[in-house]
């Protein structure tokens, strides 16, 4: 298909990222974020997880209002858009199908390619958004990146802004989910890293210990750490029915202190494997405080340029997305109205 937009002086990429619960959606111009917004769901606050079948429906409800208020704050028209970037997985097949469906339709409308895009790797570029008037730290080629979700746990080497490779990974449960199921457990809502963020910083950190799983690669295990926590809190509570509320600071304090460090230490033998210090993490646990100040404090030890995005950029957002879309429009890598949703893709 001839598209009208290609050769346009100004490549204006609309992102779409639709993959969990957050309906986002942004607008790029020549490489540089105009807007960026989001409609969070609330709604699966109450069932301790994400519901797939309601986040579908919000989605629904909101990707053309969010459309809009992407288009107003970045003043700009439909007409006037390059192409469209839209997350085609991994994530829920209910929720990317909103997003990949409404993408089509744009694409189809107004006659401009369409640019799928693997949030994962969209998580990874966010470290390139660049904003208006603003200059950002940029990692450069070779860089290692500690990608972190609630659904996923990488270690992966980009050697361009297209290429990925992935050096290590969890066999089971992502960090997220261990934060959010630590958090259930404690009778916390969803999406409870971030209370867990809140209460460790008023905790000691050295009062309570958990395992550490012993495998014979780079690789991540969850599992076992947060079936260590369920037993823990079961026994101390026990013998003490309060014993979450008068310890939960130093609970918090003491879980979140052990998976940064298990998080850390394979990092840091990657980095000593593949010699390479330009370090960065990504993904919405990357917001997490005390990660992102332990990965500071093992950068100065050991010589790294670290990179951490800005919060809004580690949870998922369409700006990660229509940088990616860019990248990729650059290299005019656009595909068919044909494409389905990925539950699982690898990056
Ligand atoms: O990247 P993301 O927004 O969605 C996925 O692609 O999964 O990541 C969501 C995960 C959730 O598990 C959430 O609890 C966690 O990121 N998270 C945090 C923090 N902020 C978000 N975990 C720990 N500390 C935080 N401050
Ligand atoms: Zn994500």
């Given at each position: 298909m001839a598209h009208k937009n290609v050769e346009n002086k100004d490549i204006i990429i609309l992102g779409i990222e639709s993959s969990c619960d957050d309906t986002s959606c942004a607008i790029l111009k020549n490489g540089v974020l105009l807007s960026n917004c989001t409609a969070n769901q609330s709604i699966h606050e109450q069932y301790g997880g994400v519901i797939p079948e309601l986040a579908s429906r919000d989605h629904q409800k909101n990707i053309v209002p969010v459309l809009t208020a992407a288009l107003k704050k970045a003043n700009v028209t439909l007409s006037q858009i390059s192409a469209v970037a839209v997350t085609r997985g991994p994530g829920l097949s209910g929720s990317l199908l909103v997003?990949?469906?409404?993408?089509?339709?744009?694409?189809?409308?107004?006659?401009?390619?369409?640019?799928?895009?693997?949030h994962m790797q969209g998580h990874i570029l966010a470290h390139f958004i660049q904003e208006e008037n603003q200059n950002i730290k940029q990692p450069s080629f070779p860089f290692l990146c500690l990608t972190v979700s609630g659904g996923h746990t990488q270690i992966v080497k980009i050697t361009d802004h297209l290429s990925f490779e992935l050096?290590?990974?969890?066999?089971?449960?992502?960090?997220?989910?261990?934060?959010?199921?630590?958090?259930?457990i404690l009778g916390l809502p969803y999406p409870g890293g971030p209370l867990i963020d809140k209460y460790a910083k008023l905790g000691d950190a050295t009062k309570y210990k958990f395992p550490t799983p012993q495998l014979k690669t780079n690789n991540y295990s969850f599992s076992g750490v947060k079936t260590a926590f369920l037993y823990f809190i079961q026994e101390q509570t026990k013998l003490n029915a309060n014993f979450i509320e008068e310890n939960l600071n130093d609970i918090c304090a003491s879980y979140q202190a052990h998976l940064i460090k298990y998080?850390?230490?394979?990092?840091?033998?990657?980095?000593?494997?593949?010699?390479?210090?330009?370090i960065t993490i990504a993904g919405g646990v990357s917001a997490n405080s005390g990660l992102r100040s332990e990965l500071e404090l093992l950068g100065n030890k050991h010589q790294w340029q670290t990179y951490i995005p800005k919060f809004e950029y580690c949870t998922d957002n369409?700006?990660?997305?229509?940088?990616t879309g860019y990248y990729?429009?650059?290299?005019?890598?656009?595909?068919?109205l044909e494409i389905a949703p990925l539950a699982r893709y690898e990056i």
């Amino acid at each position: 298909m001839a598209h009208k937009n290609v050769e346009n002086k100004d490549i204006i990429i609309l992102g779409i990222e639709s993959s969990c619960d957050d309906t986002s959606c942004a607008i790029l111009k020549n490489g540089v974020l105009l807007s960026n917004c989001t409609a969070n769901q609330s709604i699966h606050e109450q069932y301790g997880g994400v519901i797939p079948e309601l986040a579908s429906r919000d989605h629904q409800k909101n990707i053309v209002p969010v459309l809009t208020a992407a288009l107003k704050k970045a003043n700009v028209t439909l007409s006037q858009i390059s192409a469209v970037a839209v997350t085609r997985g991994p994530g829920l097949s209910g929720s990317l199908l909103v997003g990949l469906s409404f993408a089509k339709s744009l694409s189809l409308a107004l006659n401009i390619p369409l640019v799928e895009v693997n949030h994962m790797q969209g998580h990874i570029l966010a470290h390139f958004i660049q904003e208006e008037n603003q200059n950002i730290k940029q990692p450069s080629f070779p860089f290692l990146c500690l990608t972190v979700s609630g659904g996923h746990t990488q270690i992966v080497k980009i050697t361009d802004h297209l290429s990925f490779e992935l050096l290590a990974e969890t066999e089971d449960d992502a960090v997220g989910e261990a934060f959010d199921k630590a958090a259930k457990i404690l009778g916390l809502p969803y999406p409870g890293g971030p209370l867990i963020d809140k209460y460790a910083k008023l905790g000691d950190a050295t009062k309570y210990k958990f395992p550490t799983p012993q495998l014979k690669t780079n690789n991540y295990s969850f599992s076992g750490v947060k079936t260590a926590f369920l037993y823990f809190i079961q026994e101390q509570t026990k013998l003490n029915a309060n014993f979450i509320e008068e310890n939960l600071n130093d609970i918090c304090a003491s879980y979140q202190a052990h998976l940064i460090k298990y998080l850390l230490k394979n990092l840091l033998t990657v980095s000593k494997e593949t010699n390479i210090k330009q370090i960065t993490i990504a993904g919405g646990v990357s917001a997490n405080s005390g990660l992102r100040s332990e990965l500071e404090l093992l950068g100065n030890k050991h010589q790294w340029q670290t990179y951490i995005p800005k919060f809004e950029y580690c949870t998922d957002n369409a700006a990660m997305i229509a940088i990616t879309g860019y990248y990729k429009f650059l290299e005019q890598e656009f595909c068919g109205l044909e494409i389905a949703p990925l539950a699982r893709y690898e990056i």
